[in-house]
């Protein structure tokens, strides 16, 4: 096992830059998650930590080595790629023994860290077939059985679950979360999925455009983002933003909304900002805002409701049941202990 530092690393095709200074620290052991819309980067920094792409500027190490200059074979890595890449003409025992034999290990290691990767991951009864005989989920556990049988210093995974149902998906989620437990081994993973984040990382690292916006335990990013950016990518659905400015009675929007703050920033009387409310903080109230039922749709466990006030749709989520149907008006208050509150021109957090 091993850290991975990533020191002010920088990446260009040509004259286009694609990654602007990236610095992370990943400790021994940890589970960080690169998180982030398509093109964001987050895939081309997980190739450049395998090798599978050339650093045009910074450092990367793995361990206490520079890995800049180093073959993929020689980082000790191991690599799980979305579409499994396996060699179709071989059985799930060979598939998963491959790189062993490539190292000349003797056959009694390879025999004994195959029947073990394949304990883990429930493959057993599966090592004669081949990956045509296999199912989604099982093709993705030979790819990490192989992964596991090289015992690498740093897994790294390229959103391995991205081709699966959203049934296996979940169950997926818990035997990676469960294999990191056991193995304990340093891990990066890249999803675009911010369920998939939020529910597997010890860290995670919220990329756009090739910069880091933010990174955490994934409970602090979804309580205090620092910026519009990370408090409408984390978190689903997703946070409402309304536009407004500060009254000495809390938000006037631009729809003629007044909205309720518990405090105010000190000074803030007149400045123009974002007012930030996740669903799920937005209860039935009598009290408050009154806002008409667009859409209804109920999940079994909770009811998801688009309403529109002020000219300004929001979605709210209820753990109730909600009997009110389209073009009714039901009342909602948000909760003035999870507000978030973000600076219209720059997009950041006051």
């Not at 997926?172 to 369920?195: A, C, G, S």
């Not at 995670?204 to 455009?209: C, T």
């Not at 409408?232 to 536009?243: T, Y």
């Not at 209804?296 to 049941?321: D, I, M, N, W, Y």
């Amino acid at each position: 096992m091993a850290s991975v530092e990533i020191r002010d690393v920088r990446k260009a095709y040509g004259a286009t830059p694609v990654i602007h200074g990236v610095n992370i620290d990943i400790e021994d052991g940890e589970f960080v998650i690169l998180v982030g819309p398509s093109g964001c980067g987050k895939s081309t920094l997980l190739r450049m930590i395998a090798g599978l792409e050339n650093i045009t500027a910074g450092q990367i190490l793995i361990g206490d080595k520079v890995v800049n200059d180093m073959p993929p074979k020689e980082r000790d890595i191991a690599m799980v790629f979305q579409n499994y890449a396996l060699y179709p003409h071989m059985t799930v025992a060979d598939n998963m023994s491959f790189s062993l034999k490539l190292r000349k290990a003797p056959q009694s290691e390879i025999d004994s860290r195959v029947k073990k990767a394949a304990g883990i991951l429930g493959l057993e009864k599966l090592l004669d077939r081949y990956p045509r005989q296999l199912s989604g989920g099982q093709r993705q556990r030979v790819a990490m059985g192989r992964a596991i049988v090289r015992d690498p210093q740093v897994f790294l995974f390229d959103e391995p679950l991205s081709n699966l149902d959203a049934k296996l998906r979940v169950q997926m989620r818990t035997e990676i979360k469960e294999l990191h437990q056991r193995l304990k081994t340093t891990t990066v993973y890249v999803t675009h999925d911010q369920i998939e984040a939020m529910t597997m990382a010890d860290k995670i690292v919220v990329m756009h455009d090739g910069i880091v916006e933010q990174m955490g335990a994934p409970l602090d990013l979804y309580d205090r983002p620092n910026n519009l950016f990370v408090a409408g990518f984390i978190g689903s659905p997703a946070m409402n933003f309304i536009k407004g400015t500060i009254t000495g009675n809390g938000v006037k929007t631009d729809g003629g909304l007044m909205l309720p703050l518990a405090s105010a920033p000190a000074g803030s009387e007149g400045r123009r900002v974002v007012y930030g409310m996740r669903p799920e903080h937005i209860h039935l109230s009598n009290d408050s805002l009154k806002a008409e039922v667009v859409v209804v749709e109920p999940t079994g466990s909770e009811t998801q409701v688009v309403v529109k006030a002020g000219g300004q749709e929001l979605v709210c989520v209820f753990r109730e049941r909600i009997t009110a149907k389209p073009g009714e008006t039901l009342g909602i208050a948000p909760d003035l202990a999870l507000v978030h509150l973000f600076d219209e021109a720059t997009g950041k957090r006051l």
